[in-house]
């Protein structure tokens, strides 16, 4: 089993770009959830997507969005990249059916410089 | 608006000494608990977590944390450290409404000294 991936596991952007990451979920699994950690910082939930809609969101803007495909893998899009942006992006996953009772896998995250 | 707060931003503490990380919560609601452990360049891993029932929970790596309703904190304690527990810990909570949605503290960062 090869946990949760995330890739790439770096990128550097510039601003006003627009970036997609990518996440692969624990087999299993079915739901997957994104966080943005800024240097220094605890994650900070930005959303959640189960049965390819999103379920829940944290507060983050617009610019931030988000895909799950059949396979429950998933994409995290931020369009008009601002320097704020610049964080390590780290995706979990988990399995709805066991609600709190299932722990969530975090991937190595994605490494975002926005310069 | 719930939140936790570590009240610790760096721990240092010399190696086979015992180390206490602290973890305070705000919420109205039932919560469940947990911490995570950051080595660099990593994900998270979970260490242990509080559901329900037993206040005194035990995880891996000999860590081990108490639920205190009354107070709100959730501090993780270890006995005796190791040169390998340097790291970053995270406390977490998830509220009954939120399944699996992880509201994280700021972290605490465990320097073991030889």
């Known amino acids: 089993d090869a946990g949760v991936t995330q890739s790439p596991t770096h990128l550097i952007k510039t601003r006003g770009q627009q970036v997609t990451l990518r996440c692969s979920p624990k087999s299993g699994h079915d739901t997957v959830s994104w966080y943005q950690q800024a240097l220094g910082q605890g994650p900070q939930f930005i959303f959640q997507?189960?049965?390819?809609?999103?379920?829940q969101r944290g507060n983050f803007p617009d610019r931030f969005s988000g895909h799950q495909f059949p396979n429950y893998s998933s994409e995290l899009n931020v369009n008009a990249l601002l320097l704020g942006d610049s964080a390590l992006y780290l995706c979990a996953s988990s399995s709805r059916g066991q609600g709190v009772f299932g722990e969530a896998f975090f991937g190595q995250g994605t490494r975002l410089t926005v310069v | 608006a719930q939140s936790v707060t570590q009240l610790d931003s760096q721990v240092p503490v010399f190696e086979e000494a015992p180390v206490e990380l602290r973890c305070n919560y705000s919420?109205?609601?039932?919560?469940?608990l947990f911490w995570y452990v950051q080595y660099p360049n990593q994900g998270l891993q979970l260490l242990l977590k509080?559901?329900?029932?037993?206040?005194l929970v035990k995880g891996i790596n000999g860590f081990e944390a108490e639920f205190n309703k009354s107070q709100t904190s959730f501090h993780l304690r270890k006995p005796s450290v190791h040169i390998s527990d340097t790291a970053e810990y995270f406390c977490?909570?998830?509220?009954?409404?939120?399944?699996?949605?992880?509201?994280f503290g700021q972290g605490t960062r465990l320097t073991i000294n030889p």
């Open positions: 977490a909570v998830s509220y009954l409404q939120g399944a699996q949605k992880l509201v």
């Open positions: 997507y189960y049965e390819e809609e999103e379920r």
């Open positions: 509080y559901l329900s029932g037993s206040t």
């Open positions: 919420s109205s609601v039932s919560v469940y």
